[in-house]
């Protein structure tokens, strides 16, 4: 099927290289026929970025930086002045300080705590209220969640709560924003090897624990999470909205390994 997102365009924010599950989206979306915009945070990043979106079509790159208001106003004013509308965006941004994400939870920093919740949660509800507008005929929104939301998992710590502050915040807009047909909805892929991921101590035996054991016996591919984005931002993903959408393998189904791994 081709031509699914034709005639739609959206935001993009949180690509870091071409390994990113933002990136993998990005790619889904413009297969399907989506005109993107693109954003990054900082001069690093924007060389990074503005190849990739290059290579997609994309010319609208805007720098932002979720915690600064004037950074997000001008951004959404910029894309208000170009394209006047928007179909759909795409929120995978988060954070936590890297020195917290390999010992225990208990020893967190109220300073990191603030700003993991601030960057990896409240930043969505902050662009779904300058998304909004721009959304007359409705749209869409996006973000990425983890299973160390609602489950432990080793050295996930902060971040578990702050994907768990972030599903309940995609269920408070999904209601928000419903009269608006604005569908809000959140993607759980399984470990990948992203950068943010490489960040999690333990990574790698992570990977390699859930490969073994979900069902399908593999992790989720960045085509996988861009094809349950396209779905969800197309006609088809019509009357979804408030989901958490797993994208793992089926390992959440599991109560314990499998036999031959016990």
């Not at 861009?226 to 390992?251: H, K, N, P, Q, W």
């Amino acid at each position: 099927m081709a031509g699914l997102m034709q005639g739609k365009r959206g935001l993009i924010m949180g690509v870091a290289n071409d390994r990113s599950i933002a990136w993998g989206i990005a790619k889904a979306m413009a297969a399907e026929g989506a005109t993107l915009a693109f954003s990054y945070q900082g001069e690093a990043f924007g060389k990074r970025v503005e190849p990739l979106a290059a290579s997609l079509g994309a010319t609208l790159l805007l720098d932002v930086d979720v915690v600064d208001t004037p950074s997000l106003d001008a951004a959404f004013a910029r894309l208000a002045e170009d394209w006047g509308s928007l179909d759909f965006v795409v929120h995978a941004i988060a954070y936590s300080d890297k020195a917290e994400l390999s010992g225990r939870f208990i020893d967190t920093s109220r300073e990191n705590f603030r700003n993991s919740l601030t960057i990896s949660c409240y930043s969505f509800i902050d662009i779904a209220r300058r998304a909004a507008p721009l959304m007359p005929q409705g749209g869409t929104l996006i973000t990425l969640t983890y299973q160390g939301s609602n489950r432990v998992t080793p050295y996930y710590n902060v971040m578990g709560v702050a994907k768990a502050a972030l599903e309940s915040a995609v269920r408070y807009l999904a209601n928000d924003l419903g009269p608006q047909k604005i569908r809000v909805n959140a993607i759980s892929p399984g470990p990948m090897k992203t950068l943010a991921g490489a960040a999690i101590g333990g990574a790698r035996k992570t990977f390699r624990l859930t490969e073994m054991n979900a069902p399908l016996r593999q992790n989720a591919t960045l085509e996988a999470v861009g094809g349950t984005a396209v779905y969800l931002a197309s006609d088809y993903g019509a009357c979804t909205t408030g989901e958490i959408i797993r994208v793992d393998g089926g390992f959440h189904v599991l109560g314990m390994p499998q036999v031959e791994n016990l």
